[in-house]
Structures are given as structure tokens and as C-alpha cells.
């Protein structure tokens, strides 16, 4: 599986961004697709991720700011992010599982200044 990742960019504390994770082949043919973040000089980090029946798991920090959700029409798997704060930097990646096999996007980049 092919997985590109957008959206990232530069924003303010308190602002949002939306990342997409577009895959190759449908987005309902995986088995679970994540986000995963990775900030200077520390571990990736699981965000979020949804499986086959649509439901969603958030990482304790993403509960309540973050929304995984598939877009059918674009075949993406999106992710919004609210109330954005500096700790939230990091290169953010998607991951897609199938068949016991794991792939990884480039990622994308986003930045939250205070």
C-alpha cells in the first residue's frame, strides 16, 4: 500500500489543521490506517486510528482536539486537529495495515507557534 500524507503547514496555538492520508486502492480495503507523530529528538508517537468497521481510537493527548474520520469521496483518511498547542509540533505520518502487512507514509509537517 502507497500512502501519502498532506496538510501539514504552520499555525497558531488554538488554530487547526486538516491532514489526509490518501492510500492507493480503496481506503475500506485496509484493515486499519493511523496517524503517528514524531517530534524533534523524540519517539514517534501513536496519534489516532480507525479500523475496518469505522471505529476510532485516540491517544490520550488527541481525545477531545483530534478527529479521524474517512472521506469517501476523496478515498482519504483524514485527520482534524483543534485547539492546536506547541507540543502538537512534529512530522505526523499515516500508517495503513493489511494482511498483516504495514505501511508508511513520507509524512507532513506541521509547526504550532505560541
Known amino acids: 500500500v502507497q500512502l501519502q500524507a498532506s496538510g501539514g503547514g504552520l499555525v497558531q496555538a488554538g488554530g487547526s489543521l486538516r491532514l489526509s492520508c490518501a492510500a492507493s486502492?480503496?481506503?475500506?480495503?485496509?484493515?486499519?490506517v493511523g496517524w503517528y507523530r514524531q517530534a524533534p529528538g523524540k519517539q514517534r508517537e501513536f496519534v489516532a486510528f480507525?479500523?475496518?468497521?469505522?471505529?476510532?481510537h485516540y491517544a490520550d493527548f488527541a481525545q477531545g482536539r483530534f478527529t479521524m474520520s474517512r472521506d469517501n469521496a476523496k478515498n482519504t483518511v483524514d485527520l482534524q486537529m483543534n485547539s492546536l498547542k506547541p507540543e502538537d509540533t512534529a512530522v505526523y505520518y499515516c500508517?495503513?495495515?493489511?494482511?498483516?502487512?504495514?505501511?508508511w507514509g513520507q509524512g507532513t509537517l506541521v509547526t504550532v507557534s505560541s
Open positions: 500508517n495503513a495495515q493489511k494482511f498483516g502487512t504495514n505501511s
Open positions: 486502492g480503496s481506503i475500506f480495503s485496509l484493515d486499519a
Open positions: 480507525i479500523i475496518r468497521d469505522g471505529s476510532v
